[in-house]
C-alpha cells in the first residue's frame, strides 16, 4: 500500500490561512484522484475536497470558494489551501488516495496519519 505523509496544519485565528501537504511514497500516485477527508470531535469523518488524476477538483459545500486542492504529480504530493478559516473547520484532516466510478468517488488504500487544524474564534 501507498503511505501518506503529512505536513502543516497548526492553529490560526479565524479569518486567517494554512496549508496542507501529503506526500505519497510511490510513483503510482499519477494514476489515482486523492482526496482530503476531516473528522471533528464527536463527529463522522467527512470529504473536503478531491481531485482527480487530470486536475479536475470536487469540493464540499462547507468549503467551496475558500479551500483549493491541487496536486503535483512530479513530487507525488496533493495540497489543500486553506482560506478565510472558520472555528467550524477544526478538525483533523486526512489525505487519501481515491478512484471515481460513475461519478462516485471512493477512498482506499491508508489513510494519512493526520493533521490537526485547530481555528480559534
Known amino acids: 500500500q501507498v503511505q501518506l505523509v503529512q505536513s502543516g496544519g497548526g492553529l490560526v485565528e479565524a479569518g486567517g490561512s494554512l496549508n496542507l501537504s501529503c506526500v505519497a511514497a510511490k510513483s503510482i500516485f499519477t494514476i489515482y484522484a486523492m482526496a482530503w477527508y476531516r473528522q471533528a470531535p464527536g463527529k463522522q469523518r467527512e470529504l473536503v475536497a478531491s481531485i482527480d488524476k487530470t486536475g479536475d477538483t470536487n469540493y464540499a459545500e462547507s468549503v467551496e470558494g475558500r479551500f483549493t486542492i491541487s496536486r503535483d504529480n512530479s513530487k507525488n504530493t496533493v495540497y489543500l489551501q486553506m482560506a478565510n478559516l472558520e472555528p467550524e473547520d477544526t478538525a483533523v484532516y486526512y489525505c487519501?488516495?481515491?478512484?471515481?466510478?460513475?461519478?462516485?468517488?471512493?477512498?482506499?488504500?491508508?489513510w494519512g496519519q493526520g493533521t490537526q487544524v485547530t481555528v480559534s474564534s
Open positions: 487519501t488516495q481515491a478512484y471515481y466510478n460513475d461519478g462516485q468517488l471512493t477512498r482506499f488504500g491508508q
